[in-house]
DNA sequence: GTTCCCATGTAACCCGTTACATGATTTT
DNA sequence: AAAATCATGTAACGGGTTACATGGGAAC
């Protein structure tokens, strides 16, 4: 019965699973190009979450020597840590995560600004939203291709995060358009 | 010339400045009910930054002493803490934010979980994204008969919460009409 | 008579971050 | 000659959390 950990550990734990024998180094590599965009993690973090893991006996740690290339540490998931991971998918607390956004934060006080400031606001978050649905776009067009389960779950997460996009677009145009009506 | 602080000591600023002469619990009740739902703090944390607004002298702290209910403190902003809240505003680190989702952490490793588990876990987003709707509906329907600009902004953010609940409910649509086509 | 509301606070913890260090190899 | 890639780590910090304490008045 392990302790209380993060679900940062059970993150790593599940990517370890996904992506057998990489280096911490790989695996920050991909963590940020898959689920960084739904829960970013640093490279310092990451590591510290291998060690731990590497401690309860749910990953192994294999040393492979190279000629050119710096030596590293691989990762694998032991019997144990494939059933704690399974474990913890059919957990019920599902309901867990964070957000905070730094926009709706201003935008909540846009009263406090004049109507330039609100309309540059707006205008920087579009062009976020912008890059965050086409990096989404990018990423399901991608694993279209890819007909395994992995990739389908993959594309699904992508899609989420595009229809999220698409829709707060489609909020900065609704805003816009009541702002135009109303001259400063 | 501050040093850093966090954008949680301008968000209780922002809230001192909005709803003057209130008391640390009084922000807490108003902080709950408007912009915890993006960019929520603990009770903790607010009396915290309330002592550090005061002692940066941005916020004035009044004893006000009841005769039945306990003596409390109550809060204003100053004419140096309105200026710092404007250049805040003005600023252009807009960006920052974060954004963690417990539950595409877990949708992301789906394969690993058979269709009922993913059902389920589907399901329990849906209720929650539906629970979200209709308090960002709420809000906004409140908010709409208020004819001021502080209200006005409240309801527009109230707005984006509720566009994102219903892209993210047809998103599900979207990935069980998916898996209804794909038998187990 | 227990439970809820008002009102403020303390203690402890740790997750997660940024910044920095190292050093060999490969590319520009 | 400089910069990027591979690869792992240390040090220090702090923001934010949960849990707990207190205590009087009001409400059920």
């Not at 699973?17 to 991909?30: Q, R």
């Not at 739904?38 to 740690?61: D, K």
């Not at 964070?98 to 709706?104: A, E, I, Q, V």
């Not at 400031?117 to 776009?137: G, I, K």
């Amino acid at each position: 019965m392990p302790p209380h950990l993060p679900e940062s550990t059970y993150a790593v734990l599940g990517l370890v699973d996904k992506v057998p024998d990489s280096s911490g180094y790989e695996l920050a590599a991909v963590a940020d190009r898959s689920f960084t965009h739904f829960w970013s993690i640093s490279q310092t973090l990451l590591y510290r979450e291998l060690e731990r893991l590497t401690e309860l006996g749910w990953v192994t740690a294999t040393r492979d020597e190279q000629v050119r290339t710096p030596g590293k540490w691989t990762y694998r998931t032991t019997a144990a840590g494939q059933q704690v991971l399974a474990d913890w998918l059919a957990g019920p607390d599902a309901a867990k995560g964070s957000f905070r956004s730094g926009f709706l934060l201003k935008f909540f006080f846009a009263y406090r600004m004049d109507a330039g400031q609100v309309r540059s606001l707006l205008q920087e978050y579009r062009r976020a939203l912008q890059l965050q649905r086409d990096e989404f776009e990018a990423i399901a067009d991608k694993l279209e291709a890819i007909r395994t389960p992995e990739a389908g779950a993959g594309k699904l997460t992508a899609l989420h995060g595009l229809r999220t996009a698409e829709a707060r677009l489609a909020w900065t145009d609704e805003v816009e358009a009541l702002l135009g009506k109303d001259p400063p």
